[in-house]
């Protein structure tokens, strides 16, 4: 039985397929993670989303943004007419219900004991330990699966809030918490989110780093795979396990074997 933490697929299906045959995937045994973003921009989100969610225990993945991005649709045309036609194409299949279902129920932060790894979909501020981390994504996972859901996608684009205060409460609370585990490349070291920054490390503006070059953050310690961050590319150090290689973007997908990161990479989506 392996392990393999996969890069964000974004809707590539065909080379999701020739990752999980180059790495001999075996359904019954294996397990899968992906930090997420499954969907938007490859074209086949629908195949990609039956593929997975298909795979059941065996499949582990967190919320990223272009997930979020396909709940808030769902909320915002129940029947149907995205004008994303990829996403529109879920809105209007006959399993809609079950997948998006199965995709609100998925957790924005996964810690596994055995492996000693955090997964979030983008990273971590310097402030949040990993018990804080996983109890800020608990926070809007309980959202998420509540009847609160609507309001929280409503309004989740709609904050300016940039820096994170334990004090801070309400929704600007949670949505900042979802745009960390989402949308984070760039912070200083108070917290304070660089916002719509997808360049490599050295492009952003001084105080800003990349969230895992803080000399004191409190994850140090432990190991995070991430994905998010095309521009950074398939990233491994010790206690980094960065997956995102721009299958999208004609880079490539990913995958590292946990047991001994051991990576794997086909050719990605070619526009």
């Known amino acids: 039985m392996a392990t393999y933490l996969i890069g964000d697929i974004q809707g590539c299906y065909d080379p999701l397929l020739r990752l999980l045959e180059k790495i001999n995937f075996d359904p019954a045994s294996d397990k899968l993670w992906c930090p997420g973003d499954l969907v938007n921009r490859g074209g086949h989100s629908l195949k990609v989303l039956r593929l997975l969610q298909g795979l059941g225990h065996n499949f582990i993945m967190t919320l990223g943004n272009h997930d979020l991005y396909l709940l808030a649709e769902n909320h915002r045309y129940p029947s149907g007419h995205s004008p994303n036609p990829e996403i529109n194409a879920i ?18 932060a996964h810690w596994s004991p055995r492996h000693q790894v955090l997964m979030v979909h983008a990273g971590v501020i310097p402030q949040w330990t ?64 660089l916002p719509n920054a997808s360049g490599s490390p050295g492009t952003q503006p001084p105080p800003y780093r990349p969230w895992f070059r803080h000399k004191h953050r409190q994850t140090h310690h432990i190991t995070i795979a991430f994905g998010h961050w095309a521009a950074l590319g398939l990233h491994v150090e010790d206690r980094l396990l960065g997956v995102d290689s721009a299958c999208v973007w004609g880079g490539r997908l990913s995958a590292i074997r946990l047991e001994d990161r051991k990576v794997f990479q086909v050719p990605g989506f070619f526009r």
């Open 91 to 108: 809105l209007q299949a006959s399993d809609r219900l079950k997948l998006l279902d199965w995709l609100q129920r998925q957790p924005l």
């Open 130 to 193: 990993l018990e804080q981390t996983l109890s800020c994504a608990a926070e809007v996972e309980g959202l998420l699966q509540s009847g609160k859901s609507r309001k929280f996608f409503d309004r989740m684009h709609k904050s300016r809030v940039r820096k994170w205060r334990n004090d801070r409460t309400g929704w600007k609370r949670q949505q900042l918490i979802s745009s960390i585990l989402t949308r984070l490349r760039f912070c200083d070291h108070n917290g304070k989110i």
